[in-house]
């Protein structure tokens, strides 16, 4: 079996990841993935008291607990980087991970019989949220989508408002192509309900200014995973417009559905935070260049593509599952499902980028996978393309160490 896991690890990483659901961390933060500190327990926040970056111990809720004072104190950069970048008040990094972030917030911001807005599976909605609200007994609401524009029929929102007004509004994107009209939609429902934005799948353009800012749009709280367009671990956040309502929303959530947040993942995120406040503009910038390049790349090949304003595109028509799979077998992952009610191959650039390619490798990989669906096994030029691209984007910012020298002291 070990022999077998081998093999599958060797695999991975002579694939072409182009599915737009994943990411890969910089090497000094998948080396903490494996810390002795993820034995240990990381509870509450340095909210919590003034000296929790030099305390040998801790009480939170009556609970006395054994110190990490260096954890701590780069927790405090990251909050510091994360409010900054996300245009937010307060966060919070201890949900495990996007749905766990979006069950934590939906528990406690409603109420049984309360009515939530969310989107259907059909236009862009999250396969889950459905049947979790109604385990969590919620009167459900789906937000008008319009085909045709791909976005949001605000006509139709403000016509269902007015007999069904809703305590929270959920943009629980199961897939992101373009940006919402938030602002809108603030002034139809009015400032008494919530409105929470999931940006698991843009959290690092939103980061690096180059998707919309939910928090300065309308929306009270943006959550989101960090393992797609944000190159973390598989972890989650709560990011908060309203720093009062955060640590309210925070306690409550510890007495709750959350205790330790995993330290080792957490250590790893405080630290790709920290990257991705040097980095993320000129990531997420050259994330939509290469998506821009792919789909032209694409579209010259004969394919039918469906662009966006984020990382992701899609192949529109075809037998869908068919030819994801002949990608498979060619060691160039993607998507396979239906986008907008049609059958689509769904793409994301945003691995490709973190290995450093540009627009001359995207029009490569449009030629692979012109030369994979006609029948050619493609598996060594797939290959080939990957060993130039060893490195990640950050370059020998880890190799020099001055950054986390001036901002994290206590790790090194």
Known sequence: MLNRLQQEEAISKRTLHLTANENIMSQLALSFC????GY???VGSYDDAPDLTKAPYYITHNLMLRNLPSVFALEKIARHFACEMFHATYCDFRPLSGMHAAFSILLTTTKPQDTVYI??????????????LKHLGRKIQFIPWDFSSCNIDLHAFASLVKSHPPSVVFFDFGTTFFPLPLKEM??????????????????????GGQFQAPLEEGCDILIGNTHKTFPGPQKGMLLYKNSFFGREIADELFLSVLSTQHTHHSIALYLTLIE????????????LTNREALAQALIEEGFQVHNSQSHKLALIGGPFHEECALLHQNQIST????????????MGVQEATRKGMKEREMIRIAKLIRRCLDGENVKRDVEELLLEFSTTWEGNIYENMHLYRELAPCLL
């Open 186 to 207: 603030r002034a139809i429902v009015g400032e008494g309900p919530l409105m929470i934005y999931d940006g698991s799948h843009v959290l690092g353009l939103i980061a």
């Open 335 to 346: 998507n396979s499902r239906k986008l907008f009610d049609a059958p689509s191959i769904r």
């Open 119 to 132: 989107f259907s599976t059909e236009s862009v909605g999250h396969h889950a949220t459905l049947s979790l």
């Open 276 to 287: 991705m406040h040097q980095f993320a503009k000129d990531y997420a910038t050259q994330i």
């Open 40 to 42: 240990r327990y990381h």
């Open 34 to 37: 494996s810390s002795e500190l």
